[in-house]
Structures are given as structure tokens and as C-alpha cells.
């Protein structure tokens, strides 16, 4: 995910700083059940996102510091909570991960009432499975998937961590795929996601489309076809909101990570960054910028 520099650059032009990075402290509402078609199942994109690392301490010696969270060991997995409020889950990276080569990962889940109905629909339409089916300590089930643009995501069934009415931990999730119309399709026809706006990034990393859960509901991310390029490796990047992001910045360096592209403004002047925190763990950071 190093190299990103160039999309970082011409991204900091684009139009989706509108919605993209004015809602970082405004999260859109919830999707109805009606639309995620006959599988209807999806409650939030991304309602959970775990981190999946090669040092659990050193995870939550890293993000409490750099969000303000604070930890809890559960077993073998580690808790992120901001206050009282579930954050992520943290578990250790699996070692046959690691043999393939897996860098420490945000993955997102996509929490489902009917988990085998939604992987084998992702996996008809050219997905992959990795591994098997994974039991959290907090009780839900994972399948880990590689979608058609070379991205791993998770399909997970509900949880009492973070829980169905915890508030998404990522303010912008972005799609770096290989394939983009091929992606933007897989994960519209199962979940039933709209795409929305598109702005040209130019002949070097064509649309950037976004991506809502309903029909007039605000953009929750965007994909963008860039993968392949620059660097760029197929993945879904997640976003978390800090008031300064500067002041973020250099806490992540000081905590041992590296900021791998920015700051980068908008012609708004919302501002965000890409980092890796110090087990190679790839995230963004944004702005928080006023709604009004």
C-alpha cells in the first residue's frame, strides 16, 4: 500500500470531499433490511472492523495512545473501546495468514443474519474463500473472502462486540480494487449497495464512484480502480476520524508507525492521511470538519 502517493495527490481534487470527509463526525443512518435483495440481511457496511495483527499488546499499546481508546484482554483477543463504547476487536494474525503472505490488517466485516446464504452468492458471483470459518470470543462467526478485485473482506454473523447498535469505528471506507466495474458490481448485486457519485481521477486511475446503502442515503465509501498501480495492493482502507490531524500525525510516528501518503487537502479543506501502524497494518486518518 506504499506508492500511494499519486492517488492520494489526485484524490485531494475530487469532488467526494462534499460528503466523503464532511460526515466524518456525522455517521449515515442505518439501511433498511428491504433493500439487501432476498438475501436481506446486512445491517451496517463494515459494522465491524477487526484488526488482525502480530502483537496484541503492542496494538493496544499503539491505538489507545494514538485514539484515545483504551483496552481490554478477552482470551486470546484484546478489545478497543472508545469510553464505553465497543470499538474494534483485536486478534492475533492467523499463521497460515501470515505463509501467504498477509501483512497485520484492518479487515471489515459485513455483519449478516443468514451467513452462508451471503457467502455462497459472493462466491457464485467469482469471490473466494480463505481458511474456514472462524468463532470469535464474542461469538461471532467469520468467513474470510477474497472479493473479485483481489480485496479480503469478511462476512460475519452478528455479535455482542461491538453489538447491532454500536456506531460503525470507520468514517470512510474506500475500495482499492483491480477490477473496478466487475467489484462495484459483486458487491451492489449482493448487498444491494448503490453507487452514487462518480468523479473522474483522470486516464491514470479513472471513476471514483461512491457508494451508498440506499438510494438517497448519504455515501458510506467509494472504489476506485487503482490497485495494480503505484504500489497499491486490492483493499478496503478505513478511514478514522481525529480533530487534529497533525497533532494525529506526529503521534503516529512517535508511537512508531509511518505515514505512508499526506496530509492531503480538499478543495473544502478537509485534510486526511494514510498510515501503517507498527505491525504494517494499513489505515487512513481525516479531519474532522464541520457539517454546517
Not at 469478511?154 to 469505528?169: E, H, K, M, R
Request: with cysteine.
Amino acid at each position: 500500500m506504499r506508492g500511494r502517493d499519486a492517488l492520494a495527490s489526485t484524490s485531494a481534487r475530487r469532488s467526494a470531499d462534499r460528503r466523503a470527509v464532511t460526515r466524518y463526525a456525522v455517521l449515515p443512518p442505518r439501511a433498511s433490511a428491504s433493500r439487501v435483495l432476498a438475501l436481506r440481511a446486512m445491517t451496517t457496511p463494515f459494522s465491524t472492523l477487526e484488526l488482525r495483527t502480530t502483537d496484541l499488546e503492542g496494538a493496544r499499546a499503539f491505538y489507545t495512545a494514538l485514539l484515545d481508546l483504551r483496552g481490554e484482554r478477552v482470551g486470546e483477543e484484546l478489545r478497543l473501546f472508545r469510553g464505553d463504547a465497543p470499538f474494534a476487536p483485536v486478534t492475533v494474525l492467523p499463521e497460515q495468514a501470515r505463509l501467504r503472505g498477509a501483512p497485520a490488517n484492518w479487515c471489515g466485516h459485513v455483519v449478516v443474519q443468514d451467513q452462508n446464504a451471503v457467502v455462497n452468492a459472493l462466491c457464485a458471483r467469482g469471490a473466494e474463500r480463505l481458511g474456514p470459518t472462524r468463532t470469535l470470543g464474542t461469538g461471532s462467526t467469520v468467513v474470510l473472502l477474497r472479493g473479485v478485485g483481489g480485496e479480503p473482506f469478511a462476512v460475519a454473523s452478528p455479535s455482542t462486540f461491538p453489538g447491532p447498535d454500536a456506531l460503525p469505528p470507520a468514517a470512510w471506507h474506500e475500495l482499492h480494487t483491480t477490477t473496478l466495474e466487475d467489484s462495484l458490481a459483486f458487491y451492489t448485486e449482493v448487498f444491494a449497495w448503490e453507487r452514487t457519485t462518480t468523479t473522474d481521477l483522470g486516464p491514470a486511475l479513472g471513476p471514483y464512484v461512491d457508494l451508498a446503502r440506499t438510494a438517497g442515503s448519504p455515501a458510506f465509501g467509494a472504489a476506485v480502480g487503482s490497485a495494480g498501480k503505484n504500489g497499491i495492493s486490492p483493499h478496503w482502507e478505513f478511514y478514522f476520524a481525529v480533530a487534529d490531524l497533525d497533532e494525529a500525525l506526529e503521534r503516529v510516528r512517535a508511537l512508531g508507525g509511518d505515514v505512508h501518503h499526506g496530509p492531503h487537502a480538499t478543495p473544502s479543506g478537509a485534510r486526511f492521511a494514510g498510515c501503517h501502524d507498527p505491525q504494517g497494518a494499513a489505515f487512513g486518518l481525516a479531519e474532522r470538519v464541520s457539517a454546517g
